[in-house]
């Protein structure tokens, strides 16, 4: 495999809880041209906020009282709102850094990322007060979507759930991925030869975050584009759905900086 | 813009200390069909070893006299040769971490990593013991590339160098921009607004890294592609050669995590 494309969705509708996500991403990539339907060996790739709002994970402010804790965080930052602090408490398993009102959390999945993935921006249209949380697993989330998409189409294809991460040492945030259906989540060459023989010490590629980092180059942010398909990763797809996000997430005794 | 390409160039030879790169790069452009040679508004994405290697960026282990300090370093790692880690030293502005045989520094160009950039994998043909840094300057590196290939072929192009980093949280690597001219490194839609008139707060995307990514998919580790040609991102190239890398790499000042 040398080659592959990526293409967004047109025509995704603004996702409302109990949505049919499957059946509106069947008609989405029925209706883009240069997609033309689901196809075998497809890859799509979709941002978590979709998923969130069609699992009706959002949390309106109005139904949070924040505790002493969040107002003390809240207060760190002009015009932070205590009872989002609060809800990202709640999604936090563990509080590594509270810096000029950023909170790097563990969350409860694992991930180690700003505000537990809670987030403001794109909630529902009208909904001022709502905030968006990560989907409660979004591997079982990537499975299901997976499965339907299959019962639909016919189609074998590969499900990654995704999020914008910012990164400990560089600027600017990437996308990678937080649910992983149908894909090989890492290509682990360690132990392998390189093209001279050698041994490739340290060569174990995320290849799940790159798939995640690629498609998040096909879409808009302001455009509705949650979901992207590539194509030209048949061969990365798996027969069953394969072990989720989990390879991908460093293990709390191997991390040198949680402490 | 919502489609892209990916395509890795055929037929690049093992590149040697000297070499004109980029002759070597648009004669394998120009023989890659499904390239059909460089054209204006490709993005080439380079994999730094072939860079390093032209520049002559290598370290015979043989000549390296390890100090007292690469000696304990390399104690604490059965097999790990203190002439390597003295040359990871000598490539290292700050030693952030050093367990279980990891290294993780701030290299002179700030860049934070493992082991400094400096690799054994992938090395010339033969040429056992000998280690690949990364380029002294890599977004001069890139600049100069992109100008050779522009006097070469007419094309306007944009020029990423890349290197495969390791991330705090995350297992396995995924490549990254190290150099960069004639594409804007990231893009910051804080105080812009999202598709419902919201603030999107924390939307500050590392494009270069996400570029970077989606490149590392097209090639092959064991397969001698270097070089990754994208389609498709003509509105991210600039008429200048831009900022380089240095807006993704965040300030000390600003990093919460290299304490």
Chains 1, 2 share one sequence.
Do not use: Y
Request: with cysteine; net charge negative.
């Amino acid at each position: 495999m040398s080659a592959f494309s990526a293409v967004a969705l047109d025509g995704l509708p603004e996702i409302a809880a109990g949505a049919d996500l499957a059946a509106l991403l069947t008609q989405a990539a029925d209706g883009t041209a240069a997609v033309g339907g689901f196809a075998d060996g497809d890859l799509l790739v979709l941002a978590h906020k979709a998923v969130s709002k069609a699992e009706g994970r959002v949390r309106r402010l109005a139904d949070v009282t924040p505790s002493p804790r969040a107002h003390v965080l809240a207060q760190q930052t002009p015009g932070k709102d205590p009872r989002h602090v609060q809800v990202v408490l709640d999604e936090t398993a563990e509080l590594l850094r509270a810096e000029r009102g950023v909170l790097i959390c563990v969350t409860h999945h694992g991930f180690v990322c700003a505000n537990a993935g809670v987030d403001a921006s794109n909630a529902p249209a009208g909904a001022d007060g709502t905030v968006i949380l990560l989907p409660a697993d979004p591997d079982a989330s990537a499975r299901a979507l997976r499965a339907r998409l299959r019962a639909l189409t016919g189609a074998r294809i590969g499900v990654l759930v995704t999020d914008s991460f910012g990164r400990a040492w560089r600027n600017g945030q990437v996308d990678v991925a937080i649910g992983i259906a149908g894909v090989r989540p890492d290509d682990d060459w360690r132990g392998r030869t390189d093209s001279v023989g050698r041994e490739l010490r340290a060569t174990w590629i995320a290849t799940a975050d790159e798939l995640a980092a690629a498609a998040d180059l096909a879409r808009g942010k302001d455009s509705r584009q949650p979901a992207v398909v590539l194509r030209g990763f048949a061969d990365r797809l798996s027969d069953d759905d394969g072990p989720g996000v989990g390879p991908l997430l460093r293990a709390a005794a191997e991390d040198m900086f949680r402490r």
